[in-house]
């Protein structure tokens, strides 16, 4: 399936870049665009920058007459407006009531990238999920590739809410104790993203 391999592709970005040593004493990228959590299931603390990629480069959008916003409308990366330092790419599924949403966070110590996988269907504005996905991308010199990729945990449960005001508000039982995070676009990132599309696509032709 087309979006799917879109979702590894932006994944292996990810990774790439969390783990190229782009500036990071320990290996861990910390330039513009990057991005990654802290693994317990009991509670993730924060601080990083973002990862992902999409097509779409323009920012949310919604009818003045639609009572229920489409998940169309908010294809694209992502930050948290704490600060933080989560990024979030949804992209819509072949299933126009369906979505994918991945949303990375870099540890405190620069040294795991966690990354979460989630595919759920829209509900009264809102992407409800269950089963989801959280591994983490740890920086290992021993490693082959320096690093070693390890599940926390596969039975992630949550709501992505899409907000007619263009935010986006994630909530996964089992990060920060079910604490809300909030993301809105991000433009910067997006130019980014697609102009790194776009040469991807011209290496392949």
């Known amino acids: 399936m087309k979006l799917n391999k879109i979702i590894v592709t932006v ?19 910390t330039s513009a665009g990057e991005t990654a959590v802290m693994a317990s299931t009991e509670g993730f603390t924060v601080e990083g920058p973002m990862t992902t990629a999409t097509e779409a480069m323009t920012g949310p959008m919604m009818d003045a007459d639609d009572t229920n916003v489409s998940v169309l409308n908010y294809e694209g990366a992502y930050t948290d407006t704490a600060g933080k330092g989560y990024g979030l ?19 405190n110590e620069e040294i795991a990238y966690y990354m979460w996988d989630i595919f759920g269907e829209v509900e009264n504005n809102a992407i ?14 021993q490693a082959e590739n320096g690093h070693r990729s390890e599940t926390v945990y596969s039975d992630g449960k949550g709501t992505v809410q899409l907000s007619e005001d263009g935010t986006i508000t ?4 089992k990060v920060n104790n079910g604490e809300e995070i909030v993301f809105e676009w991000n433009q910067e990132l997006n130019d980014q993203l697609k102009e790194r599309q776009e040469q991807a696509q011209t290496g392949m032709n």
């Open 170 to 173: 994630w909530k996964d039982e």
């Open 89 to 107: 790419l949804l992209t819509p599924s072949d299933d126009a009531n369906g979505a994918y949403v991945s949303v990375g966070y870099m540890d």
């Open 11 to 29: 994944t292996a970005v990810a990774i790439a870049l969390a783990m190229a040593g782009c500036g990071g004493a320990t290996g861990a990228a």
């Open 128 to 141: 409800v999920y269950s089963n989801s996905v959280c591994t983490a991308e740890i920086y290992d010199e």
